[in-house]
Antibody, heavy 120, light 109 residues
């Protein structure tokens, strides 16, 4: 059974750096073709893709957020970590991680999400 | 920036057919995937690559493509199908990788 679970702080202050961890099971990022993405959703708004990391350590970032994002993986722990710098209240959202299809970029399995509020 | 356009809302009675469209200039060259999101839950993949249905997704969900418009069709709509639906496309060869539509609220009357 494949599961993903996001974890991180529920509250961050403006200008701080957010670090989120996706811990997964049922697949391995050592396996060719496996990828994990981060996606967020502000309250009442649409989904926004943020970043993706592949089994071979290739990384992709949203063009609009590329200067603020870093994605990395720890295959021994089955974890993917996303950092986002210079947090702003507009970054308040639910952040999801999702297993991602290598070629079609579809997100076939999602975590339950973690709510992050940016406020002083 | 590239955009996918969905109607904000669609309403149907139980047992009827709901059609949700997703339009974008590049959709003649790219696949679209569809997600269902119920309140307080994570999205779930319902259709991938325009018309493929993941295992476990009911047959009443189907997808089709024509030109720059892709359509999610839900036949014999049930009350449990009431949710937000998002289309998504991607193009790794361009300066964007992933884009989501704005979402469509399906209301079952």
């Amino acid at each position: 059974q494949v599961t993903l679970r996001e974890s991180g702080p529920a509250l961050v202050k403006p200008t701080q750096t957010l670090t989120l961890t996706c811990t997964f099971s049922g697949f391995s990022l050592r396996t060719s073709g496996m990828c994990v993405s981060w996606i967020r959703q502000p309250p009442g708004k649409a989904l926004e893709w943020l970043a993706r990391i592949d089994w071979d350590d290739d990384k992709y970032y949203s063009t609009s957020l590329t200067t603020r994002l870093t994605i990395s993986k720890d295959t021994s722990k089955n974890q993917v970590v996303l950092t986002m710098t210079n947090m702003n209240p507009v970054d308040t959202a639910t952040y999801y991680c999702a297993r991602t299809s290598f070629d079609s970029w579809s997100f076939d399995l999602w975590g339950r999400g973690t709510q992050v509020t940016v406020s002083s | 920036s590239y955009e996918l356009t969905q109607p904000p809302s669609v309403s149907v009675s139980p047992g009827q057919t709901a059609r949700i469209t997703c339009s974008g200039d590049a959709l003649t060259k790219q696949y679209v995937h569809w997600y269902q999101q119920k309140p307080g839950q994570a999205p779930a993949l319902m259709i991938y690559q325009d018309s493929e249905r993941p295992s476990g997704i009911p047959e009443r969900f189907s997808g089709s493509s024509s030109g720059t418009t892709v359509t999610l069709t839900i036949s014999g709509v049930q009350a449990e199908d009431e949710a937000d639906y998002y289309c998504q496309s991607s193009d790794s060869s361009s300066n964007y990788y992933v884009v989501f539509g704005g979402g469509t609220k399906l209301t079952v009357l």
